[in-house]
């Protein structure tokens, strides 16, 4: 289950790679209209709506990501089959369609299919487009269904395991949703406790896609908290020093954590994967402090280390308890980053913000020390610490003939009859083969790779380098 697990985080990082660009571009436009979010000043909006472009639109990267990233052999028509599996999903789950389904008004539809467009639908669609397609892209029908043979069967076979999805989930759906919501509601007069028990489920909740049941609660006017509307009106109900405990304790971990945690994240790589780490993780530390855009970050290791993320979720919660003890109150509007810190400075219910600071550097202190010492007590596979990239050297291969290191390693191999499986990581090329006494790793060698690594008997990876994917490209061209 962890090694399945942890494919799906290699899966995502090809869509989390674009999220620190929507990062940035949202702490620019803020910067430059920080009262109208783009009502004033053409240049904000056009930067706020390009990185809502990609933001609004993260269960639909994930969907694609995942079905690529999953496919052995990451051909794009999984990529298809994925999207059409969210589509499939998200369609028939929406309100509208539930709501012709039950003949009710829109209005008396479950709230948790107006959220059927989330995270872990995304990932779910992506597993199901992945999954038909490794099962049917080599599927032979009939003469008179040739046409739909091969590759062109595999969306119809993806569209109906959606439909089956679909059915599944909406029964348990509303089930599930319903049931945070309650869970949700109950905790709210437990003060101090109640923040921190809903600020560590905010994170946990994440990769489900079932925070927005929780958020719905406390910031919003679900439960009649409206934490968040409150807190910039100081209307009827807010009070000071109260309204905002359940946005304060969100600062001091995305602004300070978070970015902590990613430079423990990149002190604990491996020498040779540095450099790949840092452009991971110094790009979501940015959109992190900057913006409060946690999912770069989050989702470059919460599938590759679980037990981490656990602690992320845990200091979350600390966080959000002991603002809410001090004499210290926050609020933002889109996320707990530096530009929301600024403008609330002068919201009615904003209450010392200059303790940002300090708490602050305490939370980077305690998620450094905190993050190093697990990732190397545990030897926790963070990015640049996984498995694939063991004892690896950070070759680079300049302006090598591609093809023709394509070629001596196929021909080492035992040529392409040899092959039954073909894929690559971050700097292996990863082969199944069928006769492991057909492999000349001498001849293999011979291309200028570094080294192979023989994990059983029918598996072979060469380890190329960073560049392993043109190598990649060039054998799979000499397979056709």
Not at 468 to 476: A, C, G, L, R, S
Request: some cysteine; proline content about 4%; charged content about 15%.
């Amino acid at each position: 289950m962890m090694k399945y697990l942890q494919k799906i985080g290699k899966s995502l990082m090809l869509p989390v790679a674009v999220l620190p660009a929507a990062g940035i571009l949202y702490g620019i436009g803020y910067w430059i209209d920080p009262t109208g979010w783009g009502a004033n000043s053409i240049i904000a909006a056009f930067l706020i709506k390009a990185a809502s472009a990609i933001i609004d639109q993260i269960p639909i990267l994930f969907a694609v990501g995942v079905a690529v990233g999953m496919a052995k052999d990451h051909d794009g028509t999984s990529a298809l089959s994925g999207l059409v599996s969210f589509l499939m999903i998200t369609t028939m789950l929406s309100t509208g369609a539930v709501a012709m389904y039950r003949g009710v008004d829109a209005s008396e539809v479950p709230a948790a299919f107006g959220k059927i467009s989330n995270a872990f639908i995304g990932i779910l669609a992506g597993i199901i487009g992945s999954s038909c397609y490794n099962r049917f892209k080599s599927t032979q029908l009939p003469d008179w269904l040739a046409f739909f043979s091969g590759k062109r069967c595999v969306a119809i076979v993806t569209a109906l395991a959606s439909c089956v999805a679909s059915l599944v989930l909406y029964f348990i759906w509303p089930l599930i949703f319903a049931g945070f919501v309650a869970f949700a509601t109950a905790i709210i007069g437990l003060g101090p406790v109640g923040a921190g028990i809903y600020a560590m489920l905010n994170r946990a909740l994440i990769p489900l896609g079932l925070h927005h049941a929780l958020n719905a609660v406390f910031w919003f006017d679900t439960a009649g908290i409206n934490d968040l509307g409150l807190f910039w009106s100081g209307a009827d109900g807010a009070v000071k020093g109260v309204t905002g405990q359940y946005m304060t304790g969100f600062f001091p971990v995305m602004m300070f954590g978070l970015p902590a945690g990613a430079l423990a994240m990149y002190h604990t790589a491996k020498d040779s994967k540095k450099k790949v780490a840092a452009s991971l993780l110094f790009a979501g530390a940015l959109a992190s402090f900057f913006t409060g855009i946690t999912e770069p970050l989050e989702f470059s290791f919460m599938f590759l280390a679980p037990g981490l993320y656990l602690v992320h979720a845990v200091l979350t919660g600390i966080s959000a308890a002991v603002c809410t003890l001090l004499p210290f109150r926050l609020g933002f509007n889109f996320s707990a980053g530096l530009v929301d810190w600024i403008l609330s400075f002068k919201a009615p219910m904003a209450v010392n913000p200059l303790l940002l600071i300090p708490v602050g550097l305490v939370f980077a202190v305690i998620y450094y020390v905190l993050f190093r010492f697990v990732i190397t007590k545990f030897d926790l596979k963070t990015p640049g610490r996984e498995d694939d990239e063991e004892d690896e050297v950070n070759i680079e291969i300049g302006n090598s003939d591609f093809a023709a290191m394509a070629a001596t390693i196929l021909e080492g191999l035992g040529g392409k009859g040899n092959i039954t499986e073909l894929d690559y990581c971050a700097t292996r090329v990863r082969v199944e083969i069928a006769d492991y006494t057909a492999v000349d790793e001498k001849k293999i060698k011979s291309a200028g790779v570094p080294g192979i690594v023989r994990p059983s008997k029918n598996t072979v990876q060469v380890v190329v380098g960073p560049k392993v994917q043109f190598v990649f490209d060039e054998i799979k061209k000499l397979m056709k």
